[in-house]
């Protein structure tokens, strides 16, 4: 395993894997809805599937000694890596984003609630998006037009937590530390979330991708 993930950082890797982690900087622009520089880093994802595609990286593995589900497992565990570099990445701009403070009217505040909900995200795009392209190990755009959809959609409910009154909405956006620090439990279920469909994603898309005649 280790060598594949080393196989994985050294040629699978796209270059906006790495440019788009530094996009956590859109969280100090003011009025700019958040989630919007995680949807690039699903973009990225998008684009690493692609290079992998076009360098016959499925068929040049297969040829390994190793096993198909290896295979899954090694790029669902870089997956999960960059999502969770960039989220880490983005502390210290949340941070720096209410010590200034910046003033965001367009969507929810980075607290941790949004980190809750930013992890469930990631999780519904993995569970879509990998486990559509292993069921072929070659088509990737039907299975990304279908994960951005449900995406999308799940950006619009957890927005509408926020901007539908409901008795959760100023505690969902608020800006003071107090009330931010009351939000772990979303946080905690939103990494639990994210770690329990990665599982899944995985055992999914390695049982396809068993089936699929490379």
């Known amino acids: 395993m280790k060598n594949l993930l080393y196989k994985e950082l050294k040629l699978s890797i796209h270059p906006t894997n790495y440019l788009f982690l530094a996009l956590p900087l859109m969280l100090l622009i ?3 809805p958040s989630y919007v520089a995680y949807i690039y880093m699903c973009l990225s994802l998008f684009f690493l599937f692609l290079l992998a595609r076009e360098n016959k990286d499925v068929y040049f593995s297969s040829l390994l000694p190793i096993q198909k ?8 565990v870089v997956v999960m890596a960059l999502e969770l570099l960039q989220i880490l990445i983005s502390i210290p701009f949340a941070i720096l984003h209410f010590t200034i403070p910046i003033i965001n009217q367009a969507g929810i505040e980075p607290n941790l609630a949004f980190f809750g909900f930013q992890f469930g995200m990631f999780a519904v795009f993995n569970l879509f ?13 039907i299975p990304l037009l279908i994960a951005g959809i449900v995406s999308i959609l799940y950006y619009i409910l957890a927005e509408s937590l926020v901007w539908i009154s409901n008795p959760f909405q100023s505690f969902l956006d608020s800006t003071v530390l107090s009330v931010i620090l009351k939000q772990w439990p979303i946080l905690l279920i939103g990494i639990t979330i994210w770690v329990c469909l990665g599982y899944i994603t995985y055992k999914i898309s390695a049982n396809r991708f068993l089936k699929v005649d490379v």
Do not use: E, M, S, W
């Open 30 to 32: 003011p009025n700019y």
């Open 69 to 76: 589900t290896d295979q899954v497992k090694a790029r669902v």
């Open 129 to 141: 998006f990998l486990t559509g392209f292993y069921k072929t190990a070659h088509k990737i755009g």
